[in-house]
């Protein structure tokens, strides 16, 4: 018998990129932040959009309130000039995630021109 806790629907949908109409603010940015690639970044604000709101700082809550992580990559998300902005294992751990998915970081800034996506 297994001892694992079965997941729930949502988690499995947030999982796999896939939103669901009954889901929360929370769960539809994470499940949008499923998709975004490695070696790519996005930003909250266009997160918002694809979310048909311009609450980008509602994301960054749902970003540091991410029961996901790492699985959810939260430190693929950046401010809309490329900077590094929050993430709960510190910026540099955020930096170093992104290098090690070859995005490269300069003071703390992703060159948005070279790795941005909002094919979300």
């Known amino acids: ?59 960054g809550n749902a970003m540091n309130r991410n029961p996901y992580a790492p699985k959810v990559p939260c430190h693929r998300v950046v401010g809309s000039n490329g900077k590094l902005t929050g993430y709960a294992f510190g910026l540099e751990k955020k930096a170093d995630l992104l290098a090690d998915e070859g995005v490269k970081v300069e003071g703390k800034r992703v060159d948005l021109s070279a790795f941005f996506t909002d094919e979300l």
């Open 1 to 59: 018998m297994s001892t694992q806790t079965p997941i729930s629907v949502f988690e499995a949908k947030i999982l796999d990129g896939q939103l669901h109409d009954d889901m929360n603010f929370n769960e539809k940015v994470w499940a949008i932040t499923m998709r975004i690639p490695k070696g790519r970044v996005t930003t909250y604000a266009a997160i918002a959009r694809k979310l048909g709101s311009t609450a980008y700082r509602a994301v």
